[in-house]
């Protein structure tokens, strides 16, 4: 049940129903009377993928430091997760990585993660917050078509909403979260308003998806549970990776880049899968029984809104989730990110102050958590000759140190946890810069 916290006002509403929303709704819960989470989707109930985001029928990692961060926010999450069929999985051991440079080494780690579709991951964070949530309503089939604003106090009261049936209505709360995806929804509210725009980063990456769910042949001789490959960075780089999800099946994405992207039938999916640098993926697809259509993404560009540097902020008004930031889904963030900005948020709201106080202190403390992931990806990203945007954010020093630390963290075990804590999003990217691990990259690439 939700914790009741110092009462910031009557009703929080929240704009999009998914991951970031339903982690938001929980961060605010506490503080108001009641909270509306609103979605233009209509949920039926069972774990499925879903158009209304499309990125749900393509394979979703979940990073530790997202997972711990939505199981602060949703205890019980993870155990719901786990009797619902996630796969455990070791990296050190049933993961099968290659590239040119060959096969990977096992090797020993505490970490383990989970392996499932992002349709079911959803469907358990949504039981999980919608039953331990008594103040939270969910509202599906509802558009939200712009802001109600009152110009004298500079601030968001609410929204105007449109129902299936194509009536609009208005809602009015005392704190509006944005949590409706990567699109230009808010964007598009604030400008009806003649109100200034988030100033925005953009890094285009220009990123195909192809993806499908498989029944693996059953094979006694097999090792893995996960297949890994990708060229290294380059012109006409392309990777794929094989995950284990409930129900005994596995899903597969293949992805290229700047228009070399995975085909949707199945023919040309097999032979993007052949091109790979190793032919493991490939001959698991060759012998499996393909169980869902192809789906095919593009993704465009990386996007980071700095709402925390406008001049003039709606008040009552905050993103979370991709409305916030958007990274290529290739590094595997995004959700995890989408946690951590929550966590944030319930943090600063059991801060001090005004409301608005503690939301400006959110905006600033989202501001830092999404700055390890989206120099995470915009450092790999730079490394493809094709991505276009500020390379300068990066020192041609910074550039090299990061790509020595992935090659010793291939030697040395210590330099591979220290890199896989920044990656998981446990541990700043800064620490990789402290003398000690400059001096075990240094001696790793000199043995
Ligand atoms: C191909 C692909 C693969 C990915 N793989 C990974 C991965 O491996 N690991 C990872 O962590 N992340 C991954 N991501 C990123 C991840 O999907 C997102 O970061 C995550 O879904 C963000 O959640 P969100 O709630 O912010 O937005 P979304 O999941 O996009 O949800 C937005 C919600 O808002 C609703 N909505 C939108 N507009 C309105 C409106 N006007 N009115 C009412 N409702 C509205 C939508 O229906 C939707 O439910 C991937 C993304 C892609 C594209």
């Known amino acids: 049940m939700t914790q009741r916290g110092e009462r910031l006002g009557e009703r929080a509403l929240v704009l999009g129903g998914s991951l970031a929303g339903l982690l938001a709704a ?46 602060a926010l949703a205890p019980g ?27 990977a080494k096992p090797f020993e780690t505490p970490m383990r993660v989970h392996g499932q579709s992002r349709w079911l991951l959803e469907h358990c964070l949504r039981a999980q917050v919608l039953e331990g949530t008594g103040n939270l309503t969910f509202r599906t089939g509802e ?55 988030p100033p925005v980063e953009t890094v285009k990456v220009s990123f195909g998806y192809a993806s499908t769910v498989v029944r693996l042949r059953p094979d006694a001789a097999r090792s893995w549970k996960a297949v890994v490959v990708g060229n290294l960075p380059r012109d006409g780089a392309r990777g794929g990776v094989l995950m284990p999800i409930e129900d005994g099946r596995h899903i597969c994405s293949l992805g290229g880049r700047a228009g070399d992207y995975p085909p949707d039938d199945e023919a040309g999916f097999l032979a ?20 869902a259509p192809i789906s095919k993404l593009i993704y465009p560009a990386n996007r980071l809104r700095h709402y925390e540097a406008m001049a003039q902020r709606p008040e009552g008004f905050v993103p979370v989730g991709d409305a916030l930031c958007s990274f290529n889904p290739t590094y595997g963030q995004g959700m995890s990110s989408a946690a951590l900005q929550a966590k944030a948020l319930s ?11 503690r939301l400006e202190a959110y905006l600033a403390r989202a501001a830092e958590v999404v700055r390890l992931p989206w120099r995470q990806a915009n450092y790999n990203d730079f490394l493809y000759p094709t991505t276009e945007g500020d390379r300068s954010m990066f020192t041609p020093e910074e550039m090299t140190y990061r790509t020595q630390v992935q090659m010793a963290a291939l030697r040395d075990d210590r330099v591979r946890e220290w890199s896989a804590a920044v990656q998981h ?23």
Do not use: C
């Open 26 to 71: 929980r961060a605010v819960a506490p503080h108001f009377d009641e909270v509306i989470l609103v979605d233009r989707a209509a949920f039926d109930g069972g774990p499925a993928p879903r158009m209304s985001a499309p990125q749900t029928f393509h394979l979703h990692v979940l990073l530790k430091g997202g997972e711990q961060a939505m199981e």
């Open 77 to 103: 999450f993870l155990a719901r997760l786990e009797a619902s069929g996630s796969v455990p999985l070791d990296p050190g051991h049933d993961f099968f990585s290659a590239s040119e440079l060959g096969v």
């Open 143 to 197: 558009t939200v078509r712009g802001l109600l604003y009152n110009a004298e106090r500079g601030a968001v009261e609410g929204v105007r909403l449109e129902g299936s049936d194509g009536v609009e209505d208005a809602l009015t709360g005392d704190l509006v979260v944005d949590a409706s995806g990567r699109g230009e929804g808010a964007i598009r509210w604030l400008k009806a308003l003649g109100l200034e725009e």
């Open 272 to 291: 993007f899968a052949k091109a790979l640098p190793n032919p493991e993926l490939y001959e698991a697809l060759a012998g499996a029984q393909f169980e």
């Open 347 to 357: 943090e600063a709201l059991a801060g001090a102050g005004s409301l608005q106080d």
């Open 425 to 447: 999003l446990l541990m700043p990217f800064e620490r990789l810069l402290e003398p000690e691990v400059r001096e075990r990259v240094a001696a790793a690439l000199a043995a």
